[in-house]
Every structure is written in C-alpha cells, then in structure tokens.
C-alpha cells in the first residue's frame, strides 16, 4: 500500500479570487437604521409606563414637580396598601374580571360561529350581507348609543352588567378577524367532514375550532383589554358604586377642587398588572393570529 503526500504549496502561490474568499456578514445600514427605530419607539411607549410606576411612589405633590424625579426621592411603598382601605378596590376589580371574562367569551363563541357561516357556507346573499355587517364598524358609537341608552331603559337593564354584556356580545371586527382567519383553512377539509355525515355545528366545533387557536387567542385578548378599559359604557349603565369597574373607582379619587394623583397613578399600576399577565402568556398565539389573519 502506497501513500501519496502532495507537496506543500509554494509560499508565492497567488491568493484565490475576492469572490472565493470567505465572507463575514456585516449589517446593512437599513437594519441598523430600523433597530435604532425601533428601540426609539419602544422607549417613547415605555416612558408613560415608567412614570406611572413612578408616581405611583410618590406623594401628591411630587407627581407633577418640574423637572420629572424618575426615581423618587423617598419610595412611598404605602400607597399600594391605603389604596384598598381608600376605596372597595377588591369590589371594583372583580367587577371588571367578571364583565371582561364574560364578554370575550362571548365575543369569541358568537364571532367564530358567524365567521364560520361567513367563510365556509354558501348562501344567496352571503358576502353581501358580510359587507353590510361590516359596515357597521364605520358608524361611530356616539351616533346609536341614545338609542341605545333608550332600549336599555325601556327593558329595565340600565344599572345592570347584563346591559353591558348584552350589548358588547357581538363584534363586527371579531367577526371579520375570525373570516380571514377561516379562509386560510382549505375547503377541502369541510367537505370532506360534510361527506362522512358531520354537521355544520360539528365542522366549526371539531374542526374550525382547533385549526383557530391563533385567531381566537388573538381576538380573546383584543377584547379582554377593550372591556377592560372601557371607561364609558360603565360611566353610562352603571350608577350603584357596587357595580362600578375599576376605571369608574379610579374616577372617585378625583375631587372637586384637587386630585389625589398618586393614588390614581397607584391605582392605574394594579389595574395594568391583570393585561400584561394575559399578554405575556398569550403573545406567542396573538402575534402568529394577527399575522396570519390576512393571508389566504
């Protein structure tokens, strides 16, 4: 057996071409451009946060002080103990997790069932009647919510959460989010379910619906964080204290002639806390439902 050793390269031996050599990857401009874009923007939004959480450990009188003390000088820990003997703070955050809860699971069995009809069942009529409803996003609140109020009075639900829950149970956009969502499911999987003698109620339930996780995380949190922030539908419907959400509470430590603003800011921290909990555990579905509800 014979071994054959080449001989070493000469020491003058020409470099090989640019185009072979290897290559480190740098950067482009553009990329770093967006990254410092996109750090700006992030601090803009974190900055009102960071002062909230700020003022929330100070007194009255240091929350508005020129120039803005982001770390306070003496941290007042107190304030998020006084809060909940200053106001029924336990009452008012139930009230939200309950009407919040009963609502987006509302919004979410009635706005997939009727994207179901919407998407995978034909019927004279259909898309036109989809864009009628959809429309209906366009009208602003201010323009029905008298006749709202009237309808509500008339059956004796004002000062009720069910008047509140039986007016956010449908959503037009809830609607429209689960439709494109539906589209990006072949159709072939519903008719193949039709075929074997599965009904229209057993497709959208034991189909639809777990195909959806995306869509649904995506639409439940959307609504979750609206009803939990509305602030003028309780203002409204709700006149007993007991009712009232934890942004109408916030509401009563604004006096006639002053403001208790450190309590407010103490009071805004503890009722953020519950959405950045629900965002956190569902970013991963809602990121992937909102980028997908557009394709087809």
Do not use: C
């Amino acid at each position: 057996m014979t071994l054959t050793v080449s001989p070493p390269a000469p020491a003058d031996s020409p470099a090989p071409p640019p185009d072979q050599r290897p290559t480190r990857e740098r950067p482009s401009v553009r990329l770093v451009l967006a990254y410092l874009l996109l750090i700006v923007l992030s601090v803009a939004v974190l900055m009102p946060f960071a002062w909230m959480v700020s003022s929330s450990l100070k007194l009255d009188a240091e929350v508005f002080s020129v120039p803005i003390q982001w770390i306070p000088a003496e941290f007042h820990w107190d304030n998020f103990t006084k809060i909940w003997d200053r106001i029924p703070l336990a009452t008012y955050l139930w009230n939200s997790v309950f009407l919040s809860v009963t609502i987006t699971v509302l919004q979410v069995l009635t706005g997939s069932f009727a994207a179901y009809g919407f998407a995978k069942v034909r019927f004279p009529g259909r898309d036109a009647l989809f864009l009628a409803y959809l429309a209906t996003i366009a009208v602003p609140w201010q323009a029905y919510m008298v006749p709202q109020y009237i309808i509500m009075q008339k059956v004796g639900l004002v000062n009720t959460h069910l008047s509140l829950i039986l007016l956010q149970a449908f959503s037009a956009f809830g609607v429209f989010l689960m439709r494109q969502y539906y589209l990006t499911i072949p159709d072939e999987l519903s008719e193949a379910a039709r075929l074997d003698g599965l009904s229209e109620y057993g497709i959208w339930a034991r189909i639809m619906l777990p195909l959806s996780k995306p869509a649904l995380a995506s639409l439940a949190l959307l609504t979750f964080v609206h009803t939990w922030n509305d602030y003028m539908g309780p203002f409204i419907y709700l006149t007993d204290n007991k009712l009232w959400t934890i942004q109408l509470g916030l509401r009563s430590f604004v006096g006639l002639y002053d403001a208790e603003y450190a309590m407010i800011m103490t009071g805004s921290v503890l009722s953020v806390l519950p959405i950045l909990v629900i965002f956190l555990l569902g970013q991963k579905y809602f990121v992937q439902g909102i980028a997908t509800s557009g394709m087809k």
